[in-house]
């Protein structure tokens, strides 16, 4: 009963058109003062104590390093290297664009900077060289969204945050998913380029190609920084955040010499704005999962499930499409904030392992940040490419699709995302 109070409240809260935050906030104030006997007190120092976890401190770090990259010359030097690689092959700028997602993604952390990085550099690139603009605006939506997959994350420290996860062994485990979604959207791209007969480029010597890495590789060694760190155990995550911000003002100021420095105070100002809108996100969201947890919700729900004879095959399949339809109506870090307290103690009790469960929930919000009718990344596809939401949802199909099988396979195939974290924790 306490429980269908609590979410009709929700939708009806959301329905208004009200922020998701505020949504969460009034829901908890409202139920607590009118159906509970909890003191104010308790509100106010679960606000406080709700974002005292050190990993929190990562998500400002991650969010900071991401738009020094964006606003820097990293993207069009990766596109470069990427072109140089793959270039020659069927639809090869569109190849390279998926390519340079990947490269930008172990950079950034964030599926939205990799659309505007990469989609701002390679789409007009494409349209110039005959490539239709329906398909590069289906690459680069698709692409852009290996950003939350491939580490380091945001969706990752957020679903982490949620569920007292590793960091790090989420950061592990999205490697080996992310390189599959990669070459899986590759390939849709190269299958579709060879059938439609789409340009190709010449293919570039090898020197060429060694003088594209080496413009690229103060970029990429950010990958070896934040991953290498992080597994020798020289730092934790958060403090693996802090160093990529550090490194990529560094190496966009000082090495490429593309930002001035009257610039930096804009970038910081708009990561201050990013980071203290995802902060209040969360804030609400773990008051919201101390209202479930103090009714006693997660548990009766996966007694319930238990009682009904839901399997791990059933439970993973409702997951998902519970996330799909949440994708429709809500932003992923909404999403994982809501739904992972929730899910995550009926997931244990059916013994799915909570590193692979945390991997099924990013590539479901990749999904859903692909789609309408709050798909991020079309949003911010759209503003690059002046297209409009239903024409990009048309544009996406034959990619989405292939994400959605890639969905069935990280949901069944649990050592995809297990294998690496296990081998390298031996």
Same mark, same amino acid.
């Given at each position: 009963m306490n429980a269908s109070i609590i979410f009709l409240l929700l939708i009806v809260l959301m329905l208004t058109g009200m922020p998701i935050s505020i949504s969460l906030g009034l829901t908890v104030l409202t139920f607590l003062f009118t159906l509970t006997q909890v003191p104010i007190e308790s509100v106010a120092l679960k606000l406080f104590t709700g974002i005292e976890k050190f990993e929190i401190m990562a998500i400002p770090f991650?969010?900071? /390093?991401?738009?020094?990259?964006?606003?820097?010359?990293?993207?069009?030097?990766?596109?470069?290297?990427?072109?140089?690689?793959?270039?020659?092959?069927?639809?090869?700028?569109?190849? /390279?664009?998926?390519?340079? $997602?990947?490269?930008?993604?172990?950079?950034?952390?964030?599926?939205?900077? $990799?659309?505007? /990085?990469?989609?701002?550099?390679?789409? =007009?690139?494409?349209?110039?060289? &005959?490539? =239709?603009?329906?398909?590069?605006?289906?690459?680069?939506?698709?692409?852009?969204?290996?950003?939350?997959?491939?580490? =380091?994350?945001?969706?990752?420290?957020? @679903?982490?945050?949620?569920?007292?996860?590793?960091?790090?062994?989420m950061f592990i485990a999205g490697i080996v998913p992310g390189i599959g979604l990669a070459a899986a959207l590759g390939f849709t791209t190269w299958y579709l380029a060879r059938k439609n007969n789409h340009p190709r480029l010449a293919k570039a010597s090898w020197g060429e190609r060694w003088t594209a890495f080496r413009e690229s590789a103060w970029g990429l060694f950010l990958v070896v920084i934040v991953m290498g760190g992080i @597994?020798?155990?020289?730092?934790?995550?958060?403090?693996?955040? #802090?160093?990529?911000?550090?490194?990529? +003002?560094?190496?966009?100021?000082?090495?490429?010499?593309?930002? =001035?420095?009257?610039?930096?105070?804009?970038?910081?100002?708009?990561?201050?704005?990013?980071?203290?809108?995802?902060? @209040?996100?969360?804030?609400?969201?773990?008051?919201?999962?101390?209202?479930? !947890?103090?009714?006693?919700?997660?548990?009766?729900? #996966?007694?319930?499930?238990?009682?009904?004879? +839901?399997?791990?095959? #059933? +439970?993973?399949?409702?997951?998902?499409?519970?996330?799909?339809?949440?994708?429709?109506?809500?932003?992923?870090?909404?999403?994982?904030?809501?739904?992972?307290?929730?899910?995550?103690?009926?997931?244990?009790?059916?013994?799915?392992?909570?590193?692979?469960?945390?991997?099924?929930?990013?590539?479901?919000?990749?999904? &859903?940040? $692909?789609?309408?009718?709050?798909?991020?990344?079309?949003?911010? #596809?759209?503003?690059?490419?002046?297209?409009?939401?239903?024409?990009? !949802?048309?544009?996406?199909?034959?990619?989405?699709?292939?994400?959605?099988?890639?969905?069935?396979?990280?949901?069944?195939?649990? /050592?995809?995302?297990?294998?690496?974290?296990?081998?390298?924790?031996?």
């Amino acid at each position: 009963m306490n429980a269908s109070i609590i979410f009709l409240l929700l939708i009806v809260l959301m329905l208004t058109g009200m922020p998701i935050s505020i949504s969460l906030g009034l829901t908890v104030l409202t139920f607590l003062f009118t159906l509970t006997q909890v003191p104010i007190e308790s509100v106010a120092l679960k606000l406080f104590t709700g974002i005292e976890k050190f990993e929190i401190m990562a998500i400002p770090f991650f969010i900071l /390093a991401g738009n020094f990259l964006t606003h820097g010359g990293v993207a069009r030097r990766m596109i470069r290297f990427a072109t140089s690689m793959v270039g020659h092959w069927h639809g090869g700028l569109g190849l /390279a664009g998926v390519m340079a $997602c990947a490269l930008f993604a172990a950079v950034s952390g964030s599926s939205p900077a $990799c659309v505007v /990085a990469i989609g701002s550099v390679i789409l =007009p690139a494409m349209v110039k060289q &005959g490539f =239709p603009k329906k398909f590069g605006a289906g690459v680069i939506t698709t692409s852009g969204a290996l950003g939350i997959l491939i580490p =380091p994350s945001i969706a990752m420290v957020m @679903y982490s945050v949620s569920t007292n996860v590793s960091v790090g062994t989420m950061f592990i485990a999205g490697i080996v998913p992310g390189i599959g979604l990669a070459a899986a959207l590759g390939f849709t791209t190269w299958y579709l380029a060879r059938k439609n007969n789409h340009p190709r480029l010449a293919k570039a010597s090898w020197g060429e190609r060694w003088t594209a890495f080496r413009e690229s590789a103060w970029g990429l060694f950010l990958v070896v920084i934040v991953m290498g760190g992080i @597994y020798s155990g020289i730092f934790t995550p958060t403090e693996a955040a #802090a160093m990529a911000a550090v490194y990529a +003002f560094i190496v966009t100021v000082f090495i490429y010499k593309d930002m =001035p420095l009257k610039r930096i105070p804009k970038v910081l100002l708009d990561s201050a704005s990013m980071s203290a809108m995802l902060l @209040y996100i969360i804030t609400n969201a773990v008051l919201f999962s101390f209202l479930m !947890t103090s009714e006693n919700i997660p548990q009766a729900m #996966a007694d319930w499930m238990i009682a009904q004879g +839901f399997g791990p095959v #059933a +439970f993973l399949l409702v997951v998902n499409v519970l996330l799909l339809l949440a994708g429709n109506v809500m932003e992923p870090s909404s999403i994982i904030l809501i739904m992972a307290p929730i899910l995550f103690p009926v997931a244990i009790k059916l013994g799915i392992d909570p590193v692979h469960f945390g991997i099924l929930i990013v590539v479901n919000m990749e999904v &859903g940040m $692909c789609h309408p009718p709050v798909g991020l990344n079309l949003y911010v #596809a759209s503003g690059i490419t002046k297209m409009g939401i239903s024409e990009l !949802t048309v544009a996406v199909w034959p990619w989405l699709l292939t994400m959605l099988l890639f969905l069935g396979v990280v949901t069944y195939w649990p /050592a995809l995302s297990l294998w690496l974290p296990h081998l390298l924790m031996r």
